[in-house]
């Protein structure tokens, strides 16, 4: 039994990939006290691979050739669809909500853009505003054709990066709603676009090393943190509304790749609650790592800053693409090819399989 095996009843959403078109594949899950999971209620939709919450809203993608977005109400045990929208950029894969412009905003990996879905507090959708991202290739021909959007995380002066993973690059946006001064003007100089739209407008761009392939990021104590899903390291950067200056990289596996079989392809990085540690998932691997997240001060400089890799545990499940701290020493993860949520001890490196499921993608708390 993992550390947080005693403990509340607590609740999940959880995404997954539905690969024989829409089915139930938006999910409300529950852990109990004694670490045992159950699915409360499903949501037929199709390919639900990322998720997000405001309130009791839930916010799906369908990462689809076509690109949609919908929203779910959680009342008691039951998820309710609201309403959706298709936006038409493919494969969206990454969703989070901007309260203070009352939009979402969308990565869309196959469009190499952003889109802006406005909602209301019933879960209502509005007409979405996309933003293609720069023109912008790599040096890893197969990948980095294009821009790629991957992930959108916001900053704590207002403003929201995401990550190009064709591009190598962090772009930082601003999200203007329609009552925001001087976007009505630039959307009739767009070509009027629905008044109740939002803007979206690119302030600055954070460039990356060529080959990187930036996926999933942190921002927290003055720091940026990017997890490169080609080159396998992890990056650090001192920003703040005004600078971005790289503190450093550090592997993400404790042994590097010995042949051309041995897969490193990180996913997603977190934080555990106390901050002190940051997590990476390593597909291929199909490991965990855990980093030394410790910040030591500004005496130190960028060394302080940099996390250090203290140890990799395996999971015992294939491909694991999302997960979620229950608390500084437990993680719960979505094994999208191994068909289950898996719980991690960061300690002992105990794995166990929690649940059962088909191509999760997303492990969201909701308390």
Not at 260 to 281: I, K
Not at 324 to 349: C, K, P, S, Y
Request: aromatic content about 4%.
């Amino acid at each position: 039994m993992t550390a947080a095996a005693a403990g509340a009843t607590r609740r999940f959403a959880l995404g997954s990939y539905t690969p024989d078109g829409p089915a139930p594949g938006l999910h409300l899950a529950e852990r109990s006290e004694a670490g045992e999971w159950r699915i409360v209620a499903s949501a037929t939709t199709s390919n639900p691979s990322f998720v997000a919450r405001s309130g009791d809203l839930i916010f799906a993608v369908a990462e689809d050739a076509s690109g949609s977005v919908a929203s779910f109400r959680i009342d008691g045990d039951a998820l309710e669809l609201v309403d959706s929208v298709e936006h038409g950029e493919a494969h969206p894969c990454h969703v989070t909500v901007d309260a203070a412009s009352g939009v979402l905003l969308v990565a869309n990996y196959g469009g190499g853009s952003v889109t802006a879905v406005p909602f209301d507090a019933a879960g209502a959708l509005g007409r979405p505003v996309t933003l293609p991202l720069p023109h912008r290739t790599g040096p890893v021909a197969d990948r980095q054709d294009a821009p790629h959007a991957h992930q959108l995380v916001p900053t704590p002066w207002g403003t929201h990066l995401v990550s190009d993973l064709g591009g190598d690059a962090i772009h930082e946006l601003v999200a203007e709603s329609a009552g925001t001064a001087g976007t009505a003007t630039r959307r009739e100089a767009q070509g009027g676009a629905d008044a109740a739209a939002p803007a979206l407008r690119i302030t600055r761009t954070i460039d990356v090393a060529p080959g990187t392939g930036p996926r999933h990021m942190l921002v927290r104590g003055g720091l940026l943190h990017v997890i490169g899903e080609l080159d396998g390291l992890l990056h650090t950067f001192e920003v703040d509304a005004a600078t971005a200056r790289a503190a450093g990289t550090e592997p993400a596996v404790v042994r590097p790749p010995a042949r051309a079989d041995d897969v490193v392809q990180p996913s997603h990085l977190d934080a555990s609650p106390s901050g002190r540690l940051l997590t990476a998932l390593i597909r291929g691997r199909d490991s965990v790592s855990v980093f030394d997240a410790t910040l030591r001060g500004p005496q130190g400089g960028a060394d302080a800053a940099r996390p250090r890799l203290a140890s990799e545990h395996p999971i015992g499940a294939a491909w694991p693409r999302h997960h979620a701290h229950l608390d500084d020493r437990t993680v719960v993860i979505a094994a999208q090819e191994g068909n289950a949520l898996v719980e991690v001890d960061l300690v002992t490196g105990a794995a166990r399989r929690v649940l059962e499921l088909t191509s999760p993608t997303c492990v969201l708390p909701l308390d």
